[in-house]
């Protein structure tokens, strides 16, 4: 057989569908919680902060869900994304294993963001929204969200997490170029933040803070809608292009992945990938293993609690049955700012809960290592997130080595590091600290995140 290096779709075969793994799993999901009654949260409830579409699907148990002609016109500026056959890498490595990997950084955003970005504006611009408030860790969501909002004519304001404002000024001058406001999180905008300040002026921030900053201001305005980019079902449901899209490269190539690796954040880039293969698992008899690859400083699906907790820091949220590091964790100021949150999306966690998912944690030196080898080999920089799952990528092959087997790798390269210059320039310079999240200190945190009872 011809060598493979890059296998590319045309247009016309993009799938024109998303995936909605609600249709086919084993065990649904628990119901989100109303944290002041107790019972589910309805679609009512919900409509004070996202747009009645959004809320169907965040719902829905339709298998399929046709994705909108604007989206798809938009979609068509940046996908199909190619599949990569890691040569180099491989060689490098003296494998025997075949990996491939999914670029999806070669667009406006640089990272995945932009597959749920486009088409959270969009059902917010068709429901008459004006200004939607959004929160960004690493800032690839914001960037995400700012050219869409933009697209669509509406305003964005972000509420980016202090340590990263800070670490990455490039990414918020590109929310300002694509019209958007930022503002670092703690703020004195909102009370969520003023409390935080308080009780700590130092503050880095964290995701669960900026959620409940972006949330609180949404509530108070008719015309301004929420927007997450991660976590939430329909979140997931638009990732999952991703991986729709892999599992045609996949047949043309003539090969089929033995395991599928992406980090893990909220999950929505490793859902994203990962999902359809799991219903060729669940309905096609295939057996691919699907590994999420999470930061040792923020190891919710392998030491967290599975249980109700909040998606934000102050408490606005439904209370989600999920993973949970604690709503009140801050996690270290590790440099893959994207995947500093303490909760785990509700379909990851059941799937997870189900041992349909497995997980690994892993420290930030060995990830940059492998990061270093990737753009060594294969040419891109990728984001510090997406060392995670290259990291991952290399001790599957490696453990293949070892028992003298073959596999075929694929991950999810979510993202580039074209604005993580400054953490690679401490990872030359030997300043990037290692941190573990210990036992104690979740415990602790746990303990510390209380949530009603009823
Ligand atoms: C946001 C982000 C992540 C983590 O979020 P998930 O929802 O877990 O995918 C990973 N990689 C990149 C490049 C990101 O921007």
Redesign the pocket.
């Known amino acids: 057989m011809e060598k493979i290096t890059k296998i590319l779709l045309t247009e016309n075969e993009m799938p024109r569908k998303w995936y909605n793994i609600m249709a086919d799993m084993p065990n649904k999901p628990l119901p989100p919680l109303h944290p002041a009654t107790g019972k589910p949260v309805g679609p009512d409830d919900l409509s004070v902060i996202f747009p009645m579409e959004l809320i169907k699907q965040e719902v829905s148990t339709e298998r399929y869900i046709e994705i909108p002609d604007e989206v798809l016109d938009l979609y068509r500026t940046f996908r199909p994304s190619p599949l990569f056959r890691a040569h180099n890498l491989e060689k490098a490595l003296g494998t025997k294993s075949k990996i491939y990997y999914k670029y ?2 070669g667009n406006y ?5 932009a597959n749920t970005a486009i088409p959270q504006a969009y059902y917010n611009k068709m429901e008459g929204v004006r200004r939607i408030t959004t929160e960004t ?5 914001g960037s ?1 969200m700012s050219y869409a909002c933009n697209h669509f004519g509406l305003e964005l304001l972000v509420f980016m997490v202090r340590v990263s404002y800070e670490q990455k000024p490039g990414r918020k001058l590109m929310m300002n170029a694509y019209n958007a406001r930022v503002v670092p999180s703690p703020s004195t905008m909102t009370v969520a933040g003023r409390k935080v300040l308080e009780l700590d002026p130092e503050s880095p921030g964290s995701l669960g803070i900026a959620i409940s900053e972006a949330m609180e201001i949404a509530a108070q305005d008719p015309y301004t809608k929420y927007s997450l ?3 939430l079902n329909h ?2 449901l638009h ?1 999952t292009i991703i991986g729709e899209e892999a599992l045609i490269q996949f047949n043309k190539a003539g090969d089929y992945p033995d395991v599928v690796i ?11 990938i990962s999902f359809p293969f799991l219903r060729e698992n669940l309905t096609n008899g295939r057996q691919t293993r699907l590994v ?1 690859v999470e930061p040792a400083s923020c190891p919710k699906l392998t030491m967290g609690k599975f249980t109700y907790d909040f998606g934000d820091q102050s408490g606005m949220t439904p209370l989600l049955p999920m993973y949970t590091l604690g709503h009140n964790f801050i996690p270290d100021k590790i440099h ?4 500093r ?1 303490h909760g785990a ?1 509700v379909l990851v966690s059941q799937l997870r809960k189900d041992g349909f998912v497995e997980a690994k944690a892993k420290m930030q030196r060995e990830c940059f290592e492998g990061a270093m080898l990737f753009a060594r080999t294969e040419g891109i920089l ?5 060392s ?2 290259i990291a991952g990528a290399l001790d599957e092959a490696r453990r293949a080595d070892l028992e003298g087997v073959s596999k075929t790798i694929l991950f ?1 390269l ?3 590091g074209h604005f993580d210059i400054t953490a690679y320039e401490k990872y030359f310079e030997d300043y990037l600290p290692d941190h573990e999240a210990t036992p104690e200190e979740i415990e602790l945190s746990l303990a510390n995140s209380a949530v009603p009872t009823f």
């Open positions: 999806e950084g955003s640089g990272s995945h963001k860790g690493a800032g690839q969501w995400a980019g991660s976590v979140v997931i990732q992406g980090c893990f954040g909220g999950g929505s880039n490793f859902s994203g999420a893959a700012g994207g995947l949150y999306g990728p984001a510090p997130e997406s995670y799952a999810n979510s993202g580039h």
